[in-house]
């Protein structure tokens, strides 16, 4: 069973940054195409950033530049690095991991989520 636990969300300011991490457990780390995504209160869930088949990158457009996805295989972790926050920033941060096929930016693709962090952006 794949198990995903996030963790370091919480309170920044604008402009300031964050790095949320998500340790997978389960099955075979390195083999899995894990990602993020984030709900906003009233709002969809919205793809943030994800590693394709081939251990590529690939990132919602508005968040290029700003939010950087990494890996650590000898950890079985997963980070997302947050830049340049801003408030419209500001919602539950959950990653996810796909073990078969399906668009790298569409939520049905992945079988596993994590619990969620929270990411609060003050103005």
């Known amino acids: 069973q794949v198990q995903l636990v996030e963790s370091g969300g919480g309170l920044v300011q604008a402009g300031g940054s964050l790095r949320v991490s998500c340790v997978i457990s389960?099955?075979?780390?390195?083999?899995?195409?894990p990602g993020w995504f984030r709900q906003a209160p009233g709002k969809e869930r919205e793809f943030v950033a994800a590693?394709?088949?081939?251990?590529?990158?690939d990132y919602k457009d508005s968040m290029k530049g700003r939010f950087t996805i990494s890996r650590d295989n000898a950890k079985n972790t997963v980070y997302l690095q947050m830049n340049n926050l801003k408030p419209e920033d500001t919602a539950v941060y959950s990653c996810?991991?796909?073990?078969?096929?399906?668009?790298?930016?569409?939520?049905?693709?992945?079988?596993?989520w994590g619990q969620g962090t929270q990411v609060t952006v003050s103005s």
């Open positions: 590693f394709t088949w081939i251990d590529s990158t």
């Open positions: 996810a991991v796909r073990v078969s096929g399906g668009p790298i930016s569409t939520a049905s693709s992945y079988q596993y």
């Open positions: 389960g099955g075979t780390f390195s083999s899995y195409s």
